[in-house]
């Protein structure tokens, strides 16, 4: 009778932690279920479908911050039968990727209802998508891992081919499931060679059976770092494995896009952090390899998105450059580094995603993404103009926006850190100053030049779509806050990796087992 009680105790707590997931489900099958009862697809119903993701997402989103606040000392502790981990970490991740696939759902709608009269997949497309992200943000399991890894990605390559009538969708679609189903091939290959030489698929028992290889160079211990990095960095979209970013970013709708450069990022980040933290500290070439990394992604991401004339183009290599930056604290490796890379993330949510969502509104105006149509907008829409100044002022890394500071905790991590990497920094730096150009290059263009005729022709009296213009103001609102408050949304974020840190095993061996 104990037992059977103590195994109820422990399925409770399983299904407690995993309760968001559960919502976010059980909406998904919801969606799909309306979409084949909604046979006219009116304004009516796509309306309708809008708002019950909403409800869904919001719930689970809900459900989360109740669970976080139901156990303030946060202790670390496995669920699922050690497949996942409830920890500080996997909580603030998990509420990150809600918030992201909320303002997606929200910035979507309207484009969605002029481009296609199939609304509703979307919808539970991106909701799979992002329960695959929270399924990787708290794996302590590698199967964990792939299941998680499988359901981003494969939902992502349908959600980058979603206007199937338009070639560069198909194109994009294509593109992205040859790139992708070869990096998850090499994934796999490197998780191989992890279990095989650890002989478990669990991180605790992998974290304990490799800390014997660590400071040890062997080939088949290199060969198992690059495979795993080199896929990992394929997710990341990081120079060179960032080959698929802009033809996809340009081709998907720019709902997608908005979502692959920032929810699918987040969930990608998440697992590199924590397979970086548990599993692989300490381990030889990793910290040069990012280095490398880091270097190539900031210097290939800037300068190339100098060039670029379609603004969807240039966002995806400005996606490419951020994550050069934000490498440079997994190359210290240190809680304070890490930590500003959570907080980083936060950041980055919301001033990408805004700066999406002003794309998609200036699309819907003018049906154009050509950076040059973007000329004299102020005359037309100053609230636009002023929004997406705040995001493109943010994304430089200019003061008071949360940008800035998120720049300036992680730089100064690095050199608090390891002082060897100052050199690192000032890239970094340099790279930035980079960045101002093609970044307040589109503000200029906004607000000094003549009206393009595309401006011309947007209709004097036209609202804005009430999703889209919540979702707007929920960005700007998020990314000054972030940056007002940026001590104590960092102290979380240091603390939640750790935690990470407080897993790693105790190195019992300093040379190969034969």
């Known amino acids: 009778m104990p037992e059977t009680m103590a195994m109820n105790v422990i399925g409770q707590k399983d299904m407690l932690f995993i309760l968001p997931e559960i919502i976010l489900t059980v909406g998904l099958l919801a969606i799909l279920c309306l979409t084949m009862m909604t046979h006219k697809k009116t304004r009516h119903e796509n309306a309708g479908l809008m708002q019950v993701s909403l409800v869904f997402v919001l719930g689970s989103l809900a459900a989360l911050i109740w669970q976080f606040a139901q156990q303030p000392s946060m202790e670390p502790e496995t669920m699922m039968f050690g497949a996942l981990r409830a920890d500080l970490f996997s909580y603030v991740m998990r509420a990150m990727l809600l918030a992201g696939l909320g303002i997606t759902v929200a910035i979507s709608h309207a484009f969605l209802e002029r481009n296609t009269k199939i609304i509703g997949d979307f919808y539970a497309l991106v909701m799979g998508a992002t329960l695959g992200g929270m399924?990787?943000?708290?794996?302590?399991?590698?199967?964990?891992?792939?299941?998680?890894?499988?359901?981003?990605?494969?939902?992502?390559?349908?959600?980058?081919?979603?206007?199937?009538?338009?070639?560069?969708?198909?194109?994009?679609?294509?593109?992205?499931?040859?790139?992708?189903?070869?990096?998850?091939?090499?994934?796999?290959?490197?998780?191989?060679?992890?279990?095989?030489?650890?002989?478990?698929?669990?991180?605790?028992?992998?974290a304990t059976a490799l800390a014997a290889y660590q400071g040890v160079m062997h080939p088949t211990l290199l060969l198992m770092v690059i495979m795993v990095f080199a896929a990992l960095a394929f997710k990341l979209s990081i120079a060179p494995f960032h080959m698929w970013a802009p033809d996809v970013y340009e081709g998907a709708p720019t709902p997608v896009s908005a979502f692959l450069s920032v929810v699918s990022k987040t969930a990608a980040f998440a697992v590199t952090i924590r397979l970086l933290m548990v599993i692989f500290p300490g381990f030889p070439a990793w910290a040069e390899l990012w280095t490398i990394l880091a270097v190539l992604s900031m210097t290939i991401g800037n300068f190339v998105a100098l060039k670029q004339r379609n603004v969807k183009r240039l966002l995806a290599y400005s996606t490419v450059a951020h994550a050069g930056y934000m490498l440079t604290g997994l190359v210290v490796g240190s809680s304070a580094g890490v930590g500003s890379i959570v907080y980083y993330l936060m950041t980055y949510l919301?001033?990408?995603?805004?700066?999406?969502?002003?794309?998609?509104?200036?699309?819907?105006l003018t049906g154009s993404d050509d950076i040059e149509s973007y000329r004299g907008m102020v005359q037309k829409r100053p609230g636009l103009v002023l929004a997406f100044s705040i995001f493109l002022l943010s994304l430089a890394g200019i003061p008071i926006t949360a940008g800035f500071?998120?720049?300036?905790?992680?730089?100064?991590?690095?050199?608090?850190?390891?002082?060897?990497?100052?050199?690192?920094?000032?890239?970094?730096?340099?790279?930035?100053?980079?960045?101002l150009a093609y970044y307040i290059n589109i503000i200029r263009l906004m607000v000094v030049k003549e009206p393009s005729d595309a401006v011309n022709a947007i209709p004097a009296h036209t609202s804005t779509p009430w999703a889209l213009g919540s979702a707007l103001t929920i960005s700007v609102a998020a990314t000054l806050l972030l940056g007002v408050f940026a001590s104590q949304f960092l102290n979380y974020s240091t603390e939640s990796v750790k935690q990470l840190v407080q897993e790693r095993p105790v190195v019992v061996s300093q040379g190969l087992k034969r």
């Open 135 to 206: 399924v990787l943000s708290a794996a302590n399991d590698l199967a964990a891992v792939f299941i998680g890894l499988e359901t981003l990605s494969i939902t992502s390559y349908v959600l980058a081919g979603y206007l199937r009538r338009t070639t560069r969708s198909a194109e994009a679609s294509f593109k992205y499931l040859v790139y992708g189903g070869m990096g998850t091939a090499i994934f796999l290959f490197g998780l191989s060679l992890v279990y095989g030489l650890s002989g478990s698929t669990n991180f605790s028992d992998i």
């Open 405 to 435: 500071f998120a720049k300036f905790f992680l730089f100064q991590a690095v050199i608090m850190s390891n002082p060897a990497y100052t050199w690192l920094v000032i890239v970094a730096l340099l790279n930035s100053t980079v960045s």
């Open 350 to 364: 919301f001033m990408n995603l805004g700066a999406f969502a002003c794309v998609i509104y200036f699309g819907i």
